[in-house]
């Protein structure tokens, strides 16, 4: 009988672990990871290929990204509908991760021009910041920026 006891505790208890194992959930994947797979993902990015855009004049035929730094946030051009859409500097290793290879015709390269419409000396210092943020950004990502003077 005791025996039996024993069993039937040791049965309740496994299956108990097992339950309680079933329902923890997944570790999560930490920050600086996250980081670095966004940036093993851009990396996978062939080099830049200035030849393919060096003589280009007229920026509205540029293919790569296309950043315009803003004093609330960065602005990141969708190059097929020209709607902009905003995002806070320290998303950008993720916006770039998750766009397709076919975003990348020219490389590891994206134009970055400043919103010219900036006008009061506050804003100016927050797009400085934002301006220094992406920079280093993108240089720690080993993209290349080819800086677009303002309209």
Request: charged letters at 20%.
């Amino acid at each position: 009988m005791g025996q039996l006891r024993l069993s039937l505790s040791l049965a309740i208890l496994t299956t108990y672990l097992v339950f309680l194992a079933s329902c923890a959930r997944p570790p999560q994947e930490s920050a600086s990871s996250q980081e670095a797979s966004d940036s093993a993902r851009v990396a996978a990015i062939p080099a830049a290929d200035t030849a393919k855009y060096r003589t280009m004049k007229d920026m509205r035929a540029w293919q790569n990204p296309y950043l315009i730094i803003r004093a609330d946030g960065v602005g990141v051009l969708d190059s097929a509908n020209h709607v902009q859409r905003l995002i806070k500097p320290e998303e950008l290793p993720q916006t770039l991760a998750k766009l397709p290879a076919s975003s990348w015709p020219y490389g590891r390269v994206v134009a970055v021009a400043e919103n010219a419409m900036t006008v009061s000396a506050d804003d100016k210092i927050k797009m400085r910041k934002n301006r220094a943020l992406v920079a280093g950004t993108l240089e720690s990502m080993q993209v290349l920026i080819n800086w677009v003077p303002s309209a």
